[in-house]
């Protein structure tokens, strides 16, 4: 594997976490031994980070070390000399590639979960669903994505999730905004909170009980450039999305039950139908969120521990608006 | 399935050309898909999903690439 790390005709990403400077990460990638899109995640000059960018872009790594090396800004280092660290890294094997999609697994074991459907930017109905949820007994809330949309509130939601204890989960909306190419009609965000919906986990990985759960919001993770087919979650998702269409062809049933013992995951929760669906097969849950609202009703779903059993429910309140 | 395929005899290798998707991958499941295949195993011949669902046996394997092949060069 680590011999990998030298081979210099395939394109490689990486995410190194920094030391003592404002971004906590660079991504990079390093193709045929030349930098390519280096990007300073989360924070710093966004003006000097995007200068670094071009002026290395399409450089050998072994050339432009010797100008990022050492350079002081504070702590006794730099974005460059954090980069230069990131490339080293790379080159005695200290960092490996990135995975091909962003997986991050909740360390508590809920007895108790809320999942919310995509909220695209509507703020009112977040609100009104933690207040909800809270009072339901709710102990933690996973958001699928998309959290934001043709909204002018996509700002005050980033600003109100980042401060609540609510996992976020990347959907397509959120990762075209972190890309800068967002549909037209969106308003448009600042360069940290696109770094914040950049650095959003892909597939949130969790417990239940004796069940691993994951949840996601749809197929762009498949279509992103470097999704590889065997990444742990790979198989659940190319399952749901594209042999069974969301669950909404039964015909392939029998192929989808065929290929569930190779499943790491007990639950698989996903939400870009907008639609609510709840399937066991194979004694596998396969769970659809609907819309987090719907003309005066909020709903949310809720996976809960029950006489030993996992349970899925469909909770509903009334509005007066969202 | 692949392996009931492999030990085929050789006159009969020598017809064919075998190519197995993983359905792990997208690229088996979009195959999968463009068969309009429901279950696995399947067993598709010149495009066509033949078996499905179950390994044939080797005798009705061969049987039905041998008349393929008979009507496909019927007129050579």
């Keep these: 594997m680590v011999s990998d790390m030298f081979e210099k005709t395939k394109t490689k990403r990486f995410i190194y976490p920094t030391k003592g400077v404002c971004p906590p990460e660079i991504h990079f990638k390093i193709t045929d031994g030349t930098l390519e899109e280096i990007r300073f995640v989360g924070g710093g000059c966004p003006g000097n980070a995007q200068l670094v960018a071009r002026l290395l872009k399409g450089k050998p790594i072994e050339e432009v070390l010797k100008y990022l090396v050492g350079i002081d800004c504070r702590n006794g280092t730099s974005c460059p000399d954090q980069l230069a660290a990131a490339v080293s890294a790379t080159e005695n094997g200290r960092l490996k590639p990135a995975e091909s999609f962003r997986v991050h697994t909740d360390p508590s074991a809920g007895q108790r979960i809320g999942l919310i459907g995509a909220l695209e930017g509507n703020i009112a109905v977040l609100e009104k669903l933690i207040e909800g949820m809270h009072a339901g007994g709710v102990e933690t809330i996973y958001c699928l994505g998309n959290q934001t949309g043709n909204s002018a509130d996509n700002h005050r939601l980033i600003q109100k999730l980042r401060k609540q204890k609510i996992y976020a989960l990347q959907g397509e909306n959120d990762w075209c905004y972190a890309q800068g190419q967002e549909n037209e009609s969106m308003p448009p965000l600042e360069q940290k909170e696109r770094d914040w919906l950049l650095q959003l986990p892909q597939v949130l990985s969790f417990q239940m009980q004796t069940k691993k759960g994951i949840a996601f919001f749809g197929d762009y993770i498949q279509r992103l450039p470097d999704y590889s087919d065997f990444e742990p979650f790979a198989l659940e998702m190319n399952m749901v999305c594209g042999l069974t269409d969301f669950m909404q062809d039964e015909t392939v049933f029998p192929a989808l039950e065929a290929m569930i013992p190779q499943f790491q995951a007990d639950i698989i929760v996903f939400s870009q139908l907008k639609k609510w669906g709840n399937w066991r097969i194979a004694g596998k849950d396969f769970i659809s969120l609907g819309p987090a609202w719907d003309a005066n009703r909020l709903s949310w779903g809720q996976l809960e521990v029950a006489d030993e059993e996992i349970e899925f429910k469909i909770m509903k309140a009334e509005t007066e608006g969202g | ?76």
């Design chain 2, 1 to 76: 399935m692949a392996e009931s395929v492999k030990v085929l005899p050789q006159d009969i290798q020598e017809i064919i050309e075998v190519r197995e998707w993983d359905m792990r991958t997208r690229e088996g499941v979009q195959r999968f898909r463009e068969l309009k295949a429901k279950s696995l195993p399947s067993v598709a011949l010149d495009g066509d999903l033949v078996y499905e669902a179950l390994i044939p046996m080797q005798e009705e394997l061969i049987d039905e690439i041998r008349r393929r092949y008979k009507e496909k060069n019927r007129n050579e």
